[in-house]
C-alpha cells in the first residue's frame, strides 16, 4: 500500500501473520499509539501490530501486551539495549529489531515465527533461548550478533531458512529434541558450522 496517499484508516484481524516494513509506507494512516509506538489494529485491540517506534528511551521499551505482531523494521535503528516482548506477541516480522544494540532479548512463550534479518547486527547479544513454540528462522535472523555464543532451540521448529546464525560466535547448539527429530526440519544451505546437541546424541549443521 506504498504511497497509498487518500489511505487513512486499515482494519487488521488476528489472522494477520507478517506485515513488511513499507507495506504502509507514505501513507496518511491514524495511528494508536502507546509509548512512542504506532500501531495498527481494530476497534477492540488497536494495538494488534507494532509498525514504527519513535524516539524511545535506549535502555527500555514498553511494547502493549495486547500486540500479536512486530512488524518488519518496526524497531530498526532505535538505540534500545533491552527489550522484554509480551506473550501476546506470535510474529516478529523481518528486520524488526535489526541493529537496535541489543544486548539482552526475552522472547514471548507463546512465539511462532521469527522473520528475517529480525535480530540481525546486535552485537552485544551474547545468549538466546527460543520458546517451546517457535516452528519458523527466516534466513539471517541473527546474523551479526557477533557476539552471540549460545542458542537453545526449540523441538516445535519445522523450517529453517537461509543461514540464520551468520557472523556469530556459536559453534554448538542445543536442540530440544531427537536427532530424527532434527532431520525432519527443512533447512537451506548454512554457512555455519556448528555441533548440533540433540537429546540423544549429536548432529552436524
Not at 495486547?66 to 506473550?87: K, R
Amino acid at each position: 500500500f506504498e504511497n497509498c496517499e487518500s489511505l487513512t484508516h486499515v482494519s487488521i484481524y488476528e489472522e494477520i501473520r507478517d506485515i513488511y516494513g513499507s507495506a504502509f509506507k507514505f501513507c496518511p494512516l491514524e495511528f494508536t499509539v502507546y509509548n512512542n509506538v504506532e500501531y495498527l489494529g481494530n476497534s477492540e485491540n488497536p494495538y494488534l501490530v507494532a509498525v514504527s517506534a519513535n524516539d524511545l528511551d535506549e535502555d527500555n521499551c514498553t511494547i502493549a501486551d495486547t500486540c500479536l505482531v512486530i512488524g518488519g523494521n518496526a524497531f530498526e535503528s532505535s538505540g534500545i539495549n533491552e527489550i522484554v516482548i509480551p506473550d501476546s506477541v506470535k510474529h516478529i516480522c523481518g528486520g524488526a529489531f535489526r541493529r537496535c544494540g541489543l544486548s539482552s532479548i526475552t522472547l514471548p512463550k507463546n512465539l511462532l515465527t521469527l522473520g528475517g534479518e529480525c535480530f540481525r547486527e546486535n552485537g552485544s547479544l551474547t545468549q538466546i533461548v527460543l520458546p517451546d513454540t517457535v516452528t519458523f528462522i527466516g534466513t539471517y535472523a541473527f546474523k551479526e550478533c557477533y557476539d552471540l555464543t549460545t542458542v537453545n532451540l526449540p523441538s516445535s521448529l519445522k523450517e529453517i531458512e537461509n543461514d540464520p546464525f551468520m557472523a556469530t560466535d556459536i559453534s554448538e547448539m542445543i536442540y530440544n529434541g531427537t536427532k530424527a527429530q532434527w532431520e525432519t526440519i527443512t533447512k537451506e544451505a548454512s554457512g555455519t558450522s556448528a555441533v548440533v546437541h540433540c537429546t540423544d546424541g549429536d548432529v552436524e549443521f
